[in-house]
């Protein structure tokens, strides 16, 4: 890795401010400044940053925030805990939950931690879905004086018994009895870890009567110890490329991330409209993504719910009955809603008119963007007049199965893709794209409010620099980048960014006006036989959003030509036999049917129009089964496993090269 040089007689700076008017800002309820700076380097945007909107927190943790919370607005409701579903526990209804009440709950969960014999930088592992549990729990734990370890619900034994043998955890908490029992025979690999606690079982609620004799001051004492620079949590990266490394994140880290968020997506999180300002989390709360918007949340008050389930139909019910007004997403859940939506017009025998409010709805959201980067005076009169006439018979009711008061989504995880992103601009959804790391505590990149750049995710989240290397591998700097890696037997925390830029892996391109472009993986990179780089995320993510095609993965390295291997969506695969008229089939009896690889054909000669044509996919073949984290072909957070997918598809990678 080569950084670029900190000053050079060709490189110039330059410095770009963003200023929304008084009239924007009564909309949303503040106007703000964004200040760019960037740094050239032969003509071209090699560095970019925002300098910070939140001021440092220079005293005090994410211990305090539940009771800071209660003092300032006891009574404001700053989560909702579902009781039950309809027709199973409880009536399914959702109960407010106020600051005092959470800040109680916080404050009795961690004295029962305490009273457990739990001391000061001990490591407590939580294993459960989106629960109301896991967000109490970690502020319990961090009232505690202790550093939660989140392990993703699906985890195998093996890779749990790692992660807690790696972190020293003293505790573990998981959801279901099952994952207890699982984990039996991994206990004697573990000297540390001294409790396990099921939430299922109540042990969450017993560990909350197990304190009461103790004094408040017992858990004040450890709050009080605690700053910005102590240790808040242990993040393991899904390892993709090798076994999985502990991220230390501190809980300056999160602030850093958090404050200056919350002050930049101030719609989101601090505008104060007719509408309460709410958000259901669903993705994963092992991942950073998932906890530093949890976070955020409770820091600015905003009402927070929990759904624990990604099965279509009980998602939807969250979704309808909390009605949220801003999604935390990953591309592929959207892309699920808007195929979702397709399908069901088909059905209807609609998918005319729904292609036709499809297309109004990208154009529109083109033209927006126009008018934002200069190229354009925005959507004609015309546009306008067809946006509204689709926005009863198509938007609102994609808005409506989000909840139906849904305006914003946050997204992550890897680009959205220019066409969809345009399409929920202009569907009425704002999406907030952002790009970051485990180790960058969520976020580095985001999307600014009414500034949007399609095909790129947006400038430094406020208080970061990116520049991009000589090799072009991204480079991020600032107060939310990691402390280190947790080793153990090294005595704690190795540093990861010594020179204070941390080399992200990814590579990736700053535009004119300093909005990142990610263009894929480092170590992803393909050099065919010939010579040529092909980055296949671009393809990749290309072709996933096909309604028929689940996973692709790009091939080529060392190779004369590139290929793919390509998994098909069960869903778009019903749908599309349903709609020709043929009974539904398993995946494997499709492989070799003529007419379905047809349709993959066109779409992969759409694909290949964007491409010089040593990049193009000159042949694919179609998997007889889906990739998922339960066969080790995916991560948790859905990213691909490429070195298991070539080794276990080995044959089918060989057959594609013969002939």
Not at 165 to 185: C, F, H, K, N, V
Not at 377 to 390: E, V
Not at 565 to 582: A, V
Request: aromatic letters at 8%.
């Amino acid at each position: 890795m080569s950084a670029v040089p900190s000053a050079s007689a060709s490189s110039a700076f330059s410095a770009a401010s963003l200023a929304f008017s008084a009239a924007t800002g009564d909309a949303y309820g503040a106007p703000v400044l964004v200040e760019l700076e960037t740094r050239r380097l032969d003509g071209v945007v090699r560095e970019a940053a925002v300098p910070p909107f939140a001021k440092p927190v220079r005293h005090g943790s994410l211990a305090d925030l539940p009771f800071d919370n209660a003092k300032a607005a006891p009574g404001t409701a700053v989560l909702s805990r579902r009781t039950g579903r309809a027709g199973g526990s409880g009536d399914g209804s959702w109960t407010d939950v106020t600051a005092a009440e959470f800040a109680g709950q916080v404050m009795a969960v961690a004295k029962g931690l305490i009273a457990e014999g739990l001391t000061p930088g001990d490591r407590v592992a939580v294993m459960a879905r989106t629960l109301y549990e896991w967000t109490v729990l970690d502020f319990a734990a961090w009232a505690a004086g202790l550093i939660t370890v989140p392990l993703y619900p699906t985890s195998s034994a093996f890779q749990a018994r790692w992660i807690l043998y790696d972190s020293g955890a003293a505790a573990l908490i998981t959801e279901t009895a099952a994952q207890a029992a699982a984990l039996g025979p991994e206990l004697k690999h573990l000297p540390d870890l001294r409790h396990v606690w099921v939430v299922e079982k109540g042990h969450v609620e017993r560990l909350a009567e197990a304190g009461p004799h103790l004094p408040d001051q017992e858990v004040e004492v450890r709050r009080g110890v605690l700053g910005p620079d102590s240790l808040a949590t242990l993040v393991y990266t899904s390892g993709t490329t090798g076994r999985p490394k502990g991220c230390a994140l501190t809980h300056g880290n999160f602030f850093a991330a958090v404050d200056n968020a919350i002050e930049l997506l101030y719609p989101v999180f601090k505008a104060r409209t007719s509408e309460e300002a709410s958000v259901l989390l669903f993705l994963p709360m092992s991942h950073v993504f998932g906890r530093m918007v949890a976070v955020a949340c409770i820091r600015a008050r905003v009402r927070l719910g929990h759904a624990p389930s990604l099965k279509a139909e009980e998602l939807l019910d969250d979704l309808a009955s909390f009605r949220p007004t801003c999604l935390l997403a990953i591309p592929y859940m959207l892309e699920k809603i808007f195929h979702t939506a397709r399908a069901k017009a088909e059905a209807g025998r609609r998918a005319p008119a729904f292609d036709r409010a499809a297309s109004v709805a990208r154009r529109y959201g083109e033209a927006v963007d126009a008018r934002h980067t200069g190229a354009g005076h925005g959507p004609s009169g015309s546009l306008k007049i067809a946006r509204a006439f689709y926005d009863p018979l198509v938007y609102r009711r994609i808005r409506n199965a989000m909840g139906g008061r849904v305006r914003y989504a946050l997204c992550g995880g890897s680009p959205l893709g220019r066409r969809l992103a345009a399409f929920y601009a202009g569907a009425g959804i704002e999406i907030f794209e952002g790009y970051g790391l485990t180790e960058t505590t969520g976020a580095s990149t985001i999307t600014p409010p009414l500034q949007p750049r399609l095909g790129t995710v947006g400038w430094p989240l406020p208080g970061t620099r990116v520049r991009i290397a000589a090799d072009g591998e991204i480079l991020v700097a600032g107060e939310h980048v990691l402390r280190g890696y947790w080793d153990l037997q090294a005595g704690g925390v190795v540093p990861a960014a010594p020179d204070g830029w941390l080399a992200t892996g990814d590579i990736g391109r700053l535009d004119d006006e300093g909005y990142l472009i990610i263009t894929g993986r480092k170590k992803e990179m393909l050099i065919t036989a010939g010579g040529k780089s092909v980055a296949p995320a671009p393809l990749e993510n290309w072709l996933r959003s096909h309604p028929l095609i689940s996973q692709c993965v790009v091939l080529g390295d060392g190779r004369p030509y590139v290929s793919a291997l390509i998994t098909l969506d069960p869903d778009g695969i019903t749908h599309w036999r349903r709609m020709n008229g043929k009974h539904p089939v398993p995946a494997k009896l499709l492989v070799d049917d003529e007419e379905l690889r047809a349709v993959l054909q066109r779409a992969i000669d759409e694909a290949n129009k964007m491409l010089s044509r040593p990049e193009s996919i000159r042949r694919f073949t179609i998997l007889p089964f889906d990739f998922g984290e339960d066969t080790g072909h995916l991560t948790p957070s859905m990213k691909l496993r490429r070195d298991v997918i070539l080794r276990d598809f080995a044959e089918e990678v060989e057959r594609l090269y013969r002939g």
